[in-house]
């Protein structure tokens, strides 16, 4: 599989923003500042999501789409980038606004193929994270659990903690990722792209 374009289209609050493009679409959801935007990046290998060290900073839903070409064809995809949820010094109002927009975006919206929750491997399950796996098990959802910036952490501590992601969702995909490196690149685009 290998990518030949990437361009942002633009940011939405709801599927009809979206357009009726006939183009499936995986969506990139996950706490705020665990690296959402830059896997995005270095999964196209371009600088299209913006990126930044303040956690909140993405209040829409930004759309980007990809060109690629597999099994000798030529396809388009749309990767939607969401707001982090959890981020505390967001106001508790804008903060229930964005929930209502991202849970009506995934909702209604028939383009969907797949949810990538994005999770910094440091990082120890909290009630907002089972709040969230309530949710994607009430609703029934196909997710992959991708576990980022490991290169921050060793292999055996990585190898520990999706072991343990293991045997929580036993049902669910688990890839580690970086996107300092692009360890997981590869696993996690032909694992998009399949589904």
């Known amino acids: 599989m290998k990518i030949l374009a990437a361009q942002y ?16 679409e995986i969506c990139f959801l996950g706490r705020s500042n665990v690296g959402k935007s830059s896997m ?25 789409k990809i060109l690629y070409e597999y099994k000798g064809g030529r396809q388009s995809i749309i990767f939607s980038d ?7 010094k967001v106001p508790r109002e ?3 606004n964005w929930e209502h927009m991202i849970e009506t975006y995934v909702m209604d919206n028939m383009y969907i193929r797949k949810l990538v ?8 399950l909290d009630d907002l994270d089972r709040s969230f ?12 659990l991708v576990l980022t910036k490991v290169d921050k952490e060793s292999k055996s501590f990585v190898m520990r903690k999706k072991k343990l992601f293991n045997e929580y969702f036993s049902r669910e995909r688990i890839v ?16 998009l792209i399949s589904a």
Do not use: C
């Not at 995005?40 to 980007?64: D, E, F």
């Not at 929750?117 to 120890?124: C, E, G, H, K």
């Open 9 to 24: 289209l633009k940011g939405v609050v709801n599927p009809e923003n979206r357009g009726n493009e006939d183009i499936p």
């Open 40 to 64: 995005i990046n270095r999964l196209v290998m371009q600088k299209i999501a913006k990126t930044s060290s303040t956690p909140g900073a993405t209040r829409v839903i930004n759309l980007y």
């Open 176 to 191: 580690t990722f970086s996107a300092k490196d692009g360890d997981g690149r590869k696993e996690l685009l032909s694992h």
């Open 117 to 124: 929750w994005v999770y910094d491997v440091r990082r120890d």
């Open 94 to 96: 804008m903060y229930k």
């Open 133 to 144: 796996i309530d949710w994607l098990d009430s609703h029934e959802m196909d997710f992959t």
């Open 82 to 88: 969401f707001p982090g949820f959890g981020y505390a």
